[in-house]
């Protein structure tokens, strides 16, 4: 790449400002807030806070609703990243196929990234609404009792696949783009030493996407933390009881509905650290990682 | 170690046909050379022999075995690519062992045999290095033992010398062919580069344009190539193309530029005038104090000889190669000794051979 240098400070500073700006403005002053307020307890009518140290912390930490939200939490992000990277890779490996209509074929794959959350979550409730979804209605006539509103099993299920769905094709576009980027010889070379494809994929294939396939699990895992807020809002409301609630879910249960603002915050920071933990781990990872 | 047959090969890609019925025939430890320009169809005709291409018709048979509809894995083949293919994410022993490991033979004789060709290509050293941690002369010696240890029948070879440099090719040219006669597998080996197929080859089958042109000894194709194209493509500098026509019943040739020449090994069949292209190797023009002008235009010193381009009095053009430093002066005589003329049909393209 090119370097570049200037000769005063300004322009340099008037390039970055934007940046700067969007970084400050949406980031460090939020973020640098729900700090400060998570340390804080407000009185009910919110006209005095005190200073209450890490007590916030401590009192959501050993919270058994927190702990549900958290449990719940990881079944849904692991489910979310193992069946979005699961399904991305296998329509990924049909697409990577030489067929013919295989551009249509990949940019209708690509669509439901386009889609809103909520308007993702309106798409599966009208499949699987028990009474007017399609498929929740074919559910029931075959006599499967399909109520995700009455059955925590049920609607867990429901927001995985709806949350998957969406991520689906942006793990389709990595996938495919890795397995592209292997060299066709090298699967013609594994082909003459005798593998079948099956055999191609899991030893040839398969380990030389590991930085994909690594890279996709920390991006899916932070989507399944942060980004499906809208999904579950839609889909359940974090309901029947508090079987969908998850982490991000439950601030804004926290702050919003009981305006706890204090424990809301501490609850969002704790997922601040999370995050900051996953990108760090990505990070050292990358760097150390052999690139093939 | 087996025979290979490829009989009445062609393939076509919609309607753009790549081989035009191809047969060849190799015989048991015989080492076949496919030479030609780049789209001559070399690599596809490999491709087929290897199952990675299908042939449009046609059938491809190993020791006697018709494996035409076979997968590459049933075949029993090997095969070390121009880019090498070696798996990046294994260490050299594990390239080497993942045949034999798909196989299903023993870890101990997996072992044995890794360490016996590794030693054969002198890379022991190298067996616990990834293929990004190797030179590209070593990365080629891998994909060699990466062929040798499964012991196939056929050995396939596209373009493997390609990818080093000048030095190193000619090492490992020598390397290769030493190895194949040792081993006595039965190979074809893929080239563009007409030094290698001279080399290498026992016989070589010159393509062009999705036939095969001329499959013939290296010495054969280079003394008595079938057609003006075998004829410019083998040797270099190429060899000269003079216009003429059949005279004297058959026994000589009047050249456009001139003279006329008899043939010295017999009459050639064909009407009276019948258009002919002579050909005559550059090396093979002598100078001469009392023949025919050539006005140079490019003179190369080569150090031991020397290249000179020049026009006959009838604008053909013609190279010569002489012995020694270039001579003094913008113009030298020649004369087209008749021993060295090879005779080709100019409608046809074919070698004309005399009657016998």
């Not at chain 1, 973020?31 to 140290?53: M, N, Y």
């Not at chain 1, 890490?54 to 919270?63: D, K």
């Not at chain 2, 030179?135 to 070879?157: D, N, T, Y």
């Amino acid at each position: 790449m090119k370097k570049t240098l200037f000769k005063g400070t300004a322009l340099p500073w008037l390039l970055l400002a934007p940046q700067l700006a969007v970084t400050c403005i949406f980031f460090l002053w939020p973020a640098g807030a729900a700090i400060w307020q998570s340390v804080l307890q407000e009185d009910p009518w919110g006209t005095r806070s005190e200073f209450v140290g890490l007590r916030n912390f401590a009192e959501v930490l050993v919270e058994p609703e927190w702990r549900g939200a958290a449990l719940n939490t990881l079944v849904f992000s692991t489910s979310v990243a193992v069946l979005a990277m699961g399904s991305a890779l296998f329509l990924a490996v049909q697409a990577d196929k030489a067929i013919r209509g295989g551009n249509a074929y990949k940019t209708l794959l690509i669509w439901p990234y386009a889609v809103a959350p909520a308007v993702a979550a309106v798409l599966w409730l009208f499949l699987f609404h028990p009474s007017i979804g399609l498929i929740g209605q074919a559910l029931n006539q075959a006599g499967i009792a399909w109520d995700y509103k009455l059955n925590g099993g049920q609607a867990m299920t429901l927001v995985i696949i709806a949350a998957a769905w969406k991520q689906v094709s942006y793990n389709f576009i990595f996938f495919l783009a890795g397995l592209q980027s292997i060299p066709k010889s090298v699967l013609e070379a594994a082909a003459i030493d005798g593998a079948r494809p099956v055999r191609r994929f899991w030893t040839i294939i398969f380990p030389l996407l590991s930085p994909t396939s690594f890279f996709l699990l920390v991006v899916n895992l932070v989507y399944a933390f942060f980004d499906t807020f809208g999904v579950i809002h839609a889909l359940t409301g974090g309901g029947p009881g508090k079987a969908t609630e998850t982490l991000i879910y439950k601030v804004y249960v926290e702050g919003v509905q009981n305006v706890n603002l204090g424990s809301s915050a501490a609850q969002s920071v704790i997922l601040m650290v999370i995050v900051i933990a996953l990108t760090a781990v990505q990070f050292r990872f990358i760097e150390r990682k052999v690139h093939y | 170690m087996a025979t290979l047959d490829v009989s009445a090969v062609s393939k076509s890609f919609g309607t753009n046909k790549i081989l035009h019925g191809v047969d060849l025939t190799v015989a048991d430890g015989e080492m076949i050379v496919i030479v030609g320009a780049s789209g001559c169809g070399k690599s596809t005709l490999l491709r087929i022999v290897a199952g990675l291409e299908t042939a449009t018709t046609g059938t491809i048979r190993i020791a006697g075995r018709d494996v035409t509809g076979l997968e590459p894995a049933d075949r029993d083949i090997a095969m070390v690519f121009q880019n090498y293919a070696l798996y990046p994410h294994m260490t050299v022993a594990q390239n080497m062992a993942y045949g034999l490991k798909i196989r299903g033979l023993p870890k101990p004789e997996i072992a044995t045999r890794v360490a016996e060709a590794a030693t054969l290509l002198g890379i022991q050293a190298l067996l616990d290095r990834r293929p990004r941690q190797l030179s590209g002369g070593q990365r080629q010696r891998v994909a060699m033992g990466r062929a040798i240890v499964r012991e196939p029948k056929l050995f396939l070879f596209d373009e493997p010398l390609s990818n080093l440099d000048a030095k190193l090719r000619v090492q490992m040219r020598a390397e290769i062919r030493r190895l194949q006669r040792r081993l006595g597998v039965t190979s074809l080996f893929v080239t563009h580069d007409q030094t290698e197929a001279m080399t290498l080859g026992d016989r070589l089958v010159v393509m062009h344009a999705g036939h095969a042109a001329q499959v013939a000894t290296p010495m054969e194709v280079w003394a008595r190539p079938a057609d003006t194209y075998v004829a410019g493509f083998i040797g270099s500098p190429a060899m000269n193309f003079l216009e003429g026509s059949l005279t004297e019943g058959g026994r000589a040739v009047a050249l456009k530029a001139g003279p006329l020449l008899r043939f010295a090994d017999g009459p050639r069949p064909g009407a009276e005038g019948l258009p002919l292209i002579i050909g005559i190797r550059p090396e093979h023009v002598e100078a001469t104090e009392a023949g025919l002008a050539l006005p140079l235009d490019l003179v190369e010193p080569l150090g031991s000889e020397t290249v000179l381009h020049g026009r006959l009095p009838d604008g053909e053009a013609l190279t010569v190669k002489l012995a020694g430093p270039a001579p003094v002066g913008g113009a030298i005589q020649v004369s087209l000794p008749a021993a060295a003329l090879h005779v080709f049909d100019a409608a046809s393209g074919k070698r004309l051979d005399p009657v016998a």
